[in-house]
Structures are given as C-alpha cells and as structure tokens.
C-alpha cells in the first residue's frame, strides 16, 4: 500500500527500486536531507552529525575503486571505536537518503560493523522515538526498507527496532502515512514469519499491536485487503503461539472482544470458550486470562512517542485548571476525526495502567489522572466509543485480586464518579450505572467472578482510603431512585454510613485521601495529584505493603528556591566558611571546581577539626542539590561527553579519592566526608557508581567503593549496593542499564548470588534496553547468572510479573550455561501457576539432546490431565532422538522397578522433591503412547522400551497390570529376532499358569535383593534377549 501523492508522501514507497525503496527523492524542499524544517528552525544535532559522519564516508569512497574503497573504510574503522562508529553512522546515512546506493551502503556496513549493527540499531530506535514526525519522506521509505534487510539478515536485537517502529503506528488513524507504515511493518513481520517466531515478546507485542488495529481498518477496499492480512497475520500467531500471546493478560481479551464479529475470530473465540486446550495444553481457560495483569509494556505501546510525551507533560507539568487549552491542542491533534473515537481506550488504558501518582506530590496543584479521564469521557461522541470507554476505565475493576493488582489501577474511575457528582451528576450517573451491570452481562459463566472483582475493588478503595466511606456516593439525592435502588441492591455493604469498619495499617501513608482538598476548588474542576510513572504495576505485595521500586519521579525542571546555609555556616571555620560562601556565589562550573579543590585541600591539611566534616557535608548537599536532579547520564554517549559529564565540583570528591593511595590517612578523611554526605544526600551513592564508570581518573578503581560502602553507617557492600542501586533505578533507567555490565564485573559476589538486582534491573527495562543488555551478555561484557546460583534466582524469579520473567529468561538464554544445571526447576513448577517458566523452559529443551537426568526430571513431574508438558516434550524427543530416548527410559524403567518395595531411604535421588516412582514413568509412557496413537511413529517397538516393559510387568502387582494393560500388551507380541520359536509354543509359554504365578506372588527378601541385582546387571551389561526373557519371566527365582 502505497503513500499517495499530494498527501506529502512517498509514491514509490514499495516499489523497492535499486535501493531498497525508491522514494520522492533526497533533499526534499522544507529541511535537509534528513529532517522537516523551517527557516525558522536551529539546525538538528543529530542531524548535523549524521551528516558530517556521511560526508566522511563519501570522501574515501567517492572515485575510487570498489575494493580500493572497501580497504579504505576497513582501514578508518580499525583505528578505533570513535572512526567505527563515523564510518557506521555514514554508510547508515546513506542509506536513508540515498536510495539508488542502498544496497551497496547496505553491503558494506554489513562489512565493516564490528558490534552486530549495534550502533545502527540504537541509531534507528532514537530517530524512530525522537525525530520520526520530522524525517523526510524518503528516509522513512528507506528506514522501513533498512529494518527489512536487518530482519533477512537476522541481526540479533533487530525484533527491539520493529517493536519500536509498531509504536509509531497511531491508533485512530486512517491516514495515507500511517496505513502505509501498518502495512510496511506488517509485510516485513510476515515474510519473515520463523525470525518473528523466534521471539516471544516480539509475537505478544505483534498480535497486540494489530488486534488494535484492525478495529481502525474498514471502509475502502485498501483498507479492507490491509485488515484482512492483519487478521490472517493476529490468527495465525494467536493459535500456534498461544502461550507467548498469553503473556499479553488481560487485555488480550478486551482486543479480542472488539474483533469478536470477525468470521476467524468467532471460530477463535468459541475454541476459547469450549475448547481451550486446542490452543495449548497449558490453557485452561478465559479465567486464565483475566486474572493475569497486562503489563505496562503493552499498555505503553499503543500510544505514539508524541502523544505519550504530551499526555506526560499534562500530567506532571500542567497546573488544575489550566489544562483547557493543552486539552483542545490534544483533541484538535488525535481526537478530531471520527475514526478517533477508538484511540480513547488506549489513552485511558495507559493512563490506569502507566500513569501513577506519587504519594509525596499530592498536595501539589498539578492536573490529576482522573479530570483528563473525566474530559476523555466527555468527548465520546458515539455510543459504542463512550461503552468502550468505559470498559477501559473499569477493566482492572472485573478481576481484580488486592494480592496481584494495583490500587492505582483502580483509582481513577472511583474518583471520577466521586468528584463529577456536584459539577457533573450525568457522568456519575452514567459509570456508577455501567458498574452495575458490567456484572452479570461481561460474561454471565463467570458473573461469580466479576461480582466479587468489583466488591474487592470497592472494599480496597475504602481500606486504602481512597475515599472515607462510598454512602455519599452511591445513595446520593443527585442519582434517580431507580440507579440508587440498584446500588443498594448490588453494594448493601457499602450503602450504610458510615462503611463497614475496616483496618488502615498505621504505617502506610493515607496516600488518596482526595476529600479534605476540595473546599477551595471550583466547581468544575477535580482535584490536585501529580503523575509519575511507577517502575511497573506490581504495587503491593501479599501483605499489603508497599513495593520498595514503586515510583518514578518525573524528569522535568524544577524551580530552584534560593539555598539558605545559614545556619550551617556560623558553625565553620572562618577559612573554611569564606570558600563556602565563594562556592554559593560562583557562577559557572569551572570557577566552582577551583573552590571546591581548594576546600578539599583543607580538609586534608593536618590541623583541620574533623567535627566539621557534618556541617560541611551539609553545605555541600544543599548547594549541588541541582546535582541530582534529572538524569546523569548523557543523552548521547561518547568519550567527550562522559568526561564532560563527571566535571561536577561535587564529583571532585571522587577524583581526589582515586588519586590517593587507600592506607593514607587522607583517603579516610575523604571516605568520612562522603559518609556524611550520604547520610544526608543517599543518591551519591549511585554518582560514585557513575564517576567510577565513566571517568578516565578512576579507570580499574571500581574496588574504590567497596571501601566507601564500609566507612557508610551500612557497613556492607552489598547492603549499601542493593540499596544504591535501588535509587538509580527509581531515578535513572537508563543509568541502570549503563552501570549494570560494571557493576556485574566488579561484584559478582555480590550481584550474582541472589535474583535482587536482576530483578529490580527487569521490573523497569523496557524491550530496547532488554535487547541492550542480551548483547552485552553475548559479547562477553556481562554475566548476570553462574553456574553454582543461577538455579536458585530463577526459582525467585518465579514469583515475579509476566514480562520480567521472560526478560528474566531471556538473558538466562543468552548465556552460555548447561541446561542440565538448571532442569532440577522442574520441580518446582506448577502448570497452572508458573506457564512462563515451563514455556521458556520447553522451548529450550526441545533444542538440547536428551540426557538421562533431564528424562528423570521431566518424568517425575506429577500427571494432571491438563498438563501436557512431559507428553509434549517426550513426543518431541521421540520424533528426533527415539533411539536415545528409549535407552534412558529402559534404564529408568528398571532402577525404578524395585524402588516402591524398598524403603524410602535408600532411595537414590539426593532431592526430595525428585520423587520419581514406577507408576509415574508408567503413566507418562501411557499418555506418550496415547497421544502417538495417530501417528507413523514407531517408538514403543523398539527393543529397549519392550524389554524394559516385559521386565516391569513380570514383577509388577495386579493393579498396575490392569491399570497399563494397554501399555503392557505392545510388550506381549515381542519376541528376539534371532530365535522366534513357533507361534503356538510362544502364546503357550506367555500363557502358562507358572509363568503368572511367578508374576502374582511377592517376593520374599531374598528373591527381592535377587531381582534388584539382577536389574543392576541389566542396566550395566547387555545380556542375550533370550536370557532377559528367561529372567523377567522367573523374576521370583534366585536361579537366574
């Protein structure tokens, strides 16, 4: 589909011309080669140095030989990391506005990257984020067909840049632009359908991202080819990857609701329903689904960057009662047309979901979450819209358990409905109605199950004191009689007032206690919170405390307030107070630096009274406050701007610490002045993390806070670590993800013994930065697991959120550790409870070649008719190791036999929890045999499996023969090829009375002890057919 002209676009969109795209033509009128701008408009950095890094390329490549130019740039890039990455950041260039040598660009960036594309990839994810509205018709044309070629290519981290490009695609937008970038990303995900594949958060962002879509695509016949690919594209994924789709949560179901009247999803909708292990064996059922949380990953992905960064600055810089106009900017942007109506949803989902308050802000006059809900609510122009609207604002209400979902989640429409009744009683009216019977009419099987959502979510609203009591509420003058008897029908609880007394836990904050702020407020306005985004939904824990990483603050410029260190300086030396006064009044960072040295070269002369070193440190925390605020780490990272970025005087600290040798007594004054400082400031912590990554000074010095985390009042590394990196992860994600291959390498004792950090590291990464990270573990610069505890942190992890189990998993996956040290996690996993571990883990093995303590593991899993995990990889090995895997079984088979006649101690398994007895091999054999009935597979006739069953059953009790009877009978016709006897004498001899009596009696000891060396023999030492036949059938003699 291409772009029409006269629409701004580009005609040859797809055309796919020599370069890769074709396109308008570089250097289209309005900006540069790159970039839309005016004449008005300062010139672009990035663009300015993209295009110097091209012209550098096109010096040593302009009329010159092929290979003459190929030896030139091989040449330029071995120099050093810095001419790399001009010489990739060239070749990249041009291929974006240079069309006609983008195959050619194309093949020699593929030559000269010595990173994996790494630096090209980031480079597309920060255009596609920052500069995408802006670029040039052309680039976009060839940013798509680059993307393409990533993907044929398989460049590892290139599944990150499609999903970023799917953010780009707009909701509510029928525009020629945006359909052709749809169908762009949508062409490039199918023709390469096994690279999709092989991600799961790629499949789950894909399926997510089109069911959306679809709900937009109808009308023309373009729009209806592009949604019926859509549609063949979101069924083919849903029912062969049901599992990976199934990390989406809930709102999986509500896409699904909306495309329900579609032919292939009514036939999707009803194996669903009726049929649910027709999708995966791991499914049981819609319930599965509605209790499962969407994450923030997929909630976020539905708006573009652009409106994410408005619907951000509304909700964190905009005062309440100023926001019409930034409103009526957003509408007259994204809500104007009528095919907008279904962008409505995503915004409110997103903003439940994503956007949370910060308890620390809430007396501040910032516009809250729920008066941009209550406007969205208001600009509904149809029905259909205003119900699905709806939905979203309740939807987290259906199913919500306290133990798994967040208050916030919730919040907003509680406060709408209470804030709205005085200036609007319509809207109250109309959700407090919608509440009501959302209940029997979502689902009527599971109305049990929404009804008693909706209860907990009232009883957690009262309890958490989001509002005091809901009598006011829902019995309400302002409501109709009719409404108010239906409250007091569905609610009786909470109709009476005061509420049913309930506990508020002392210790928390009364975090929404929204009613004692309104008496100054005008009547059409709502009411006073401030937005943050919490490091991901998971807010409360079983006990009902407060996560520890729960809040984000807001990254945007704070007034500064004049600083008074008054008080502190009459308490300093004269000397000491003089430089003081001289750092408050210095006015750049250099003049500052100068003081600061000078006032740590005092503090080092041999007189200086150490008492001072607190009101010092007092000085200094309210003078660089501004030090930690906003982020640390540059937006673009090179040489010059890390060094640029530690010229702080407050980092001068740091440089002295580094250049002194740890046994002077200077080093531990130094060390003494940063404590104090980190009593009163804790961020510095982290800075020093930072300074010791990023300076040249304190290259190999990391070991330098070690010996500052002793001289805190912590006393311990990895307390003062933890909690460090604690900070860095409330304050600066990108940080984090920068310090963490240092901070791996520097404290594995640390960092690698328990799943803490990799789990505040996973709670807030989004796919880009995952993706990051993997490349860093697969280039040998990081390792987040070992061997001796990688088993015991992805049992923790087993605990955690959807999405940062498989991130977990991921980056487990990109090491290289044995499967084997982890398999025992088997054990521990729950079909119903933990379906992202055993998916990972059954993906994995179907790779592996079977060895006999993963068949172990596998058949000591316990057999539940809905758990079709031993049956689905027994049958996978079958198909590719039948040979191999038949051997372990007979071996498993017969060291088993025995074992439920001994006592439990001489049991072999140094593992309680591996409990593998006969029956449980015998009912796994059974299913496997059942589930290769329709099948050309001919595994039960090997030779091992049917010795090894002769063997079970001729010792084995009544019950197991009646019970494997199916099992056992493959065995009866099996006889040595070498020496068939004839066919009457084998039945009489398989019939014979001895031959049963032999196999009905119980052993007394003697034959017992006979029989487990005789099996002992078996295992080690082949023996003629003949023989074993002869052995299994006298079990019970010691002749044998």
Not at 477 to 485: F, G, I, S, T, V
Request: proline letters at 5%.
């Amino acid at each position: 589909m291409e772009l029409q002209k006269g629409k701004g676009a580009a005609a040859a969109a797809a055309s796919g011309a020599a370069g890769g795209g074709g396109g308008a033509g570089a250097g289209a009128p309005g900006g540069g080669r790159l970039l839309l701008s005016t004449s008005l408009d300062a010139k672009d950095e990035l663009e300015e140095r993209l295009e110097r890094c091209m012209s550098i390329v096109t010096s040593m490549t302009t009329g010159v030989s092929e290979r003459e130019a190929n030896d030139a740039l091989n040449a330029y890039v071995c120099k050093g990391p810095p001419q790399h990455e001009e010489i990739c950041l060239g070749l990249f260039t041009l291929v974006l506005t240079e069309p006609a040598q983008a195959q050619k660009c194309y093949r020699d960036l593929a030559l000269v990257s010595r990173d994996g594309m790494n630096i090209v990839l980031n480079k597309i994810n920060q255009i596609l984020m920052e500069k995408y509205l802006k670029l040039q018709d052309t680039c976009r044309t060839q940013l798509v067909w680059l993307v393409r070629e990533l993907v044929k290519s398989g460049v590892l981290g290139a599944d990150g840049v499609c999903m970023t490009f799917m953010k780009q695609i707009a909701g509510g937008d029928v525009t020629a632009k945006n359909i052709w970038l749809a169908e762009s990303v949508l062409d490039i995900l199918m023709e390469q359908r096994e690279w999709v594949l092989k991600s799961s958060i790629l499949i789950a962002m894909a399926v997510y991202t089109y069911l959306r879509l679809i709900v937009d695509h109808h009308g023309t016949a373009q729009l209806q080819a592009l949604r019926q690919k859509e549609v063949d594209f979101c069924i083919s994924l849903l029912r062969e990857r049901f599992m990976e789709c199934l990390m989406i949560g809930r709102d999986l179901v509500r896409l699904l609701q909306n495309v329900a009247r579609i032919p292939e999803f009514e036939l999707l909708w009803k194996d669903i329903i009726h049929n649910p292990q027709a999708l995966s064996p791991q499914f049981t059922g819609i319930l599965q689904l509605l209790q499962s949380r969407t994450s923030r990953k997929f909630l976020a992905c539905r708006l573009t960057p652009d409106m994410e960064t408005k619907l951000l600055f509304m909700t964190s810089r905009v005062r309440f009662g100023q926001q019409k106009r930034y409103q009526d900017w957003f509408q007259r942007q994204y809500l104007s047309t009528p095919d907008s109506q279904s962008l409505r949803c995503d915004l409110i989902r997103y903003i439940c979901g994503v956007v949370h308050p910060s308890n620390e802000v809430l007396s501040s006059d910032i516009l809250p979450r729920w008066a941009i809900i209550g406007w969205l609510l208001t600009t509904c122009t149809s029905n259909v819209a205003a119900s699905n609207a709806k939905l979203a604002l309740f939807y987290d209400w259906l199913f919500f358990s306290p133990d798994k979902d967040s208050i916030m989640n919730i919040e907003p429409a509680i406060l709408v409905m209470h804030h709205s009744m005085k200036p609007h009683p319509a809207i109250t009216a109309t959700l407090l109605d919608f509440m009501c019977r959302i209940i029997p009419n979502f689902y009527p099987p599971l109305e049990g199950h929404v009804r008693q959502g909706v209860f907990s979510s009232l009883n957690h609203i009262v309890e958490k004191r989001v509002l005091a009591h809901l009598a006011p509420l829902f019995d309400n003058p302002k409501l109709d009689k009719e409404l108010r008897a239906m409250l007091r029908e569905k609610f009786p609880e909470f109709c009476s007032s005061p509420s049913p007394p309930v506990e508020v836990k002392i210790e928390e904050p009364v975090s929404m206690e929204m009613d004692n702020h309104m008496s100054d407020k005008d009547e059409s306005c709502y009411d006073n919170a401030e937005a943050a985004f919490s490091d991901d939904e998971e807010d409360l824990n079983s006990k009902g405390k407060k996560r520890e990483f729960r809040f984000h603050p807001i990254k945007e410029t704070v007034v500064e307030e004049p600083v008074d260190i008054t008080p502190y300086l009459d308490q300093l030396d004269e000397s000491l107070r003089d430089k003081v006064l001289q750092l408050q009044k210095g006015s750049d960072t250099e003049a500052q630096c100068e003081v600061m040295q000078e006032i740590v070269d005092q503090v080092l002369e041999e007189d200086f009274d150490s008492e001072q070193l607190s009101v010092l440190a007092s000085c200094l925390q309210e003078l660089f406050k501004g030090h930690f605020r906003g982020e640390v780490l540059p937006e673009e990272i090179t040489e010059e701007s890390l060094e640029e970025s530690v010229g702080k005087p407050l980092y001068l600290i740091f440089r002295n610490l580094c250049q002194m040798q740890e046994d002077n007594s200077s080093f531990s004054l130094l060390l003494d002045l940063l404590s104090e400082l980190y009593q009163k400031q804790p961020k510095i912590g982290y800075h020093l993390l930072y300074y010791l990554r990023a300076s040249k000074a304190a290259a190999g010095k990391m070991n330098l806070y070690e010996s500052f985390a002793q001289a805190t009042q912590l006393g311990d590394l990895h307390t003062c670590l933890m909690m460090d990196m604690k900070a860095c992860q409330e304050d600066d994600v990108r940080l984090l993800c920068h310090l963490t291959p240092s901070i791996y390498t520097e404290f594995p004792d640390e960092t690698l013994r328990s799943g803490e950090l990799l789990n505040m590291i996973v709670a807030v990464i989004d796919s880009a930065q995952l993706q990051e990270l993997v490349c860093h573990v697969m280039m040998g610069n990081l390792v987040m697991f070992r061997k001796d505890s990688v088993l015991n942190i992805l049992i923790q992890s087993l605990d955690w959120e959807t999405f940062e189990q498989y991130c977990a998993w991921q980056l487990f996956l990109a090491h290289n550790i044995p499967l084997e040290t982890i398999i025992p996690i088997l054990q521990h996993l729950k079909y119903k409870e933990h379906p992202e571990a055993l998916s990972c883990l059954l993906l994995q093995l179907r790779r592996e070649k079977p060895s006999e303590e993963m068949v172990k593991m596998v058949l000591s899993r316990p057999c539940h008719p809905d758990d079709q995990f031993t049956t689905s990889i027994l049958r996978h090995w079958c198909m590719k190791h039948d040979e191999l895997l038949a051997e372990h079984i007979k071996s498993l088979l017969i060291k088993n036999n025995s074992l439920p006649r001994k006592r439990q101690s001489l049991r072999s398994s140094s593992s309680k929890l591996a409990q593998l007895t006969l029956e449980q091999i015998l009912e796994h054999l059974d299913n496997l045999r059942l589930n290769l009935t329709n099948t050309k597979q001919n595994f039960f006739s090997q030779t091992p499996i049917l010795q090894a069953l002769q063997h079970v059953q001729a010792s084995c009790d009544e019950a197991h023969k009646m019970k494997f009877s199916d099992l056992f009978s493959l065995a009866e016709e099996y006889e040595d090829s070498s020496t068939k006897p004839p066919k009457s004498r084998r039945k009489a001899v398989l019939s014979s009375p001895r031959s049963r009596k032999n196999a009905t009696q119980p052993p007394n000891a003697e034959e017992e002890s006979g029989s487990s060396s005789a099996s002992e023999e078996e295992d080690t030492k082949p023996k003629p057919t003949k023989r074993k036949r002869k052995g299994s059938s006298a079990v019970g003699s010691d002749s044998d």
